[in-house]
């Protein structure tokens, strides 16, 4: 049997910790039914004060105190996340540790310890003991990641008439020098907003706003995207097209892979497709090889 307790607290450093699992703390002692209420109780005031979003209790009497144990758990309920508490007692002073572990990374996020003299100060042992458990993620709260970067590749005019593509000759298309420059921002574990600027040498000049989802994690993982902005075409090449309108707004997407966030530069990989809703609807598609450098800036939306 399990319970949920959802919060959604706004506070100076909010920890959102949706799909978490929290298994019982069992003490190695004879226990009345009274007090083992008391601390299931004292161990959810502990979390729902320490964490704002969805977290759901296991009510059953169990003794789980390794990370296989509640890997098991965790994935019997569906959880992405599990905490669980180890205990030990030395005399009178019984020693409280709590682990947070990521069950899809199968690794440890946080850990924290409490310490009481005998069972009538336990309260101060598990609140300690879990409120370090998101001490360093509050302190992560307090920022974002930010990254900077460029894109070099090549753009394939679709039709005919897009872009000014024919050669000195007439007779041949050419290829498009994409020089792209752009930042961006993470939204959650999974999505990215950035604001790029899209250079096709001496063709075409444009700025863009993307949204990318992250498709899954790993080492190198991949992405989908999708992006609307402004875009200018010249009109060389096309003369008698000099009084038509080469500006307009213009529609991206993209698929590619990156590499892990974790790393302050990271390697892009994309291709995709640009239309621009101008007079002749230039449109390409593009191939863009990037490198992205990664830093850490305050999360102002916390202030």
Not at 99 to 105: E, S
Not at 115 to 120: P, Q, T
Not at 198 to 224: C, E, Q, S
């Amino acid at each position: 049997m399990s319970s949920k307790v959802c919060i959604f607290v706004v506070t100076l450093v909010a920890v959102s910790f949706c799909d978490l699992l929290v298994l019982p703390l069992n003490l190695p002692l004879s226990l009345d039914s009274v007090s083992q209420k008391a601390i299931l109780e004292l161990t959810k005031e502990a979390f729902t004060q320490s964490s704002a979003g969805e977290v759901t209790f296991l009510d059953e009497v169990i003794s789980c105190e390794n990370d296989s144990c509640a890997y098991f758990y965790a994935a019997e309920h569906d959880r992405n996340q599990v905490a669980y508490f180890r205990t030990h007692v030395l005399g009178k002073k019984i020693i409280v540790r709590s682990y947070l572990l990521d069950v899809k990374k199968q690794g440890v996020v946080s850990s924290g310890s409490g310490e009481a003299i005998g069972i009538e100060d336990l309260d101060s042992a598990i609140y300690s003991s879990v409120s370090a458990l998101f001490a360093s993620k509050k302190e992560e709260s307090l920022y974002n990641s930010v990254a900077f970067g460029t894109a070099f590749g090549y753009g394939f005019p679709v039709r005919e008439t897009s872009y000014p593509n024919r050669s000195d000759d007439g007779n041949s298309y050419k290829q498009i020098i994409y020089l792209d420059f752009l930042t961006s921002f993470d939204i959650n574990d999974n999505h990215q907003l950035s604001l790029e600027l899209h250079t096709a040498l001496g063709v075409a000049y444009g700025i863009h706003a993307n949204l990318t989802r992250k498709l899954f994690d790993g080492p190198v993982y991949p992405f989908l995207g999708l992006g609307i902005g402004l875009d200018y075409v010249s009109d060389q090449g096309h003369e008698l097209e000099r009084d038509t309108r080469m500006s307009g707004f213009a529609f991206n997407g993209q698929f590619g892979v990156t590499t892990t966030n974790d790393s302050p530069l990271s390697a892009l990989l994309r291709t995709g497709y640009k239309l621009v809703f101008n007079h002749r609807y230039d449109d390409t598609l593009f191939v863009q090889f990037g490198v992205i450098i990664r830093s850490r800036r305050p999360n102002w939306s916390l202030y």
